[in-house]
């Protein structure tokens, strides 16, 4: 069993910054994929950034240049530094970890971008 918890959402005025993180606990060997999603009121989940086994990272078009991804390896933890951010950025931000077999995801944190 996999089981994250996420914090560090909130409320931010445009142009502002907030930083995520992700920590896994429980039993597993090896975590090899972890990533941050994000879904907005009525619109589908979307992935924002990804983070491979070889720590290679990837992102959304949408985030580009504004979030960093990161990853401390031996505390199982992900992180999502956000700068800059814009009232489109509002959404429930999802961490997801992938542990041999197991998918887990946490249970999310609201991100709400407003002046």
């Known amino acids: 069993q996999v089981h994250l918890v996420e914090s560090g959402g909130g409320l931010v005025q445009p142009g502002g910054s907030l930083r995520l993180s992700c920590e896994a606990s429980?039993?597993?060997?090896?975590?090899?994929?972890m990533a941050w999603y994000r879904q907005a009121p009525g619109q589908q989940r979307e992935l924002v950034a990804q983070?491979?086994?070889?720590?290679?990272?990837n992102y959304a078009e949408a985030v580009k240049g504004r979030f960093t991804a990161s990853r401390n390896t031996a505390k199982h933890t992900l992180f999502l530094q956000m700068d800059d951010l814009k009232p489109d950025d509002t959404a429930v931000y999802y961490c997801n970890m992938k542990a041999g077999a197991r998918d887990a995801w946490g249970q999310g944190t609201q991100v709400t971008v407003s002046s």
């Open positions: 429980g039993s597993f060997f090896s975590i090899w994929f």
């Open positions: 983070i491979t086994e070889d720590g290679t990272i």
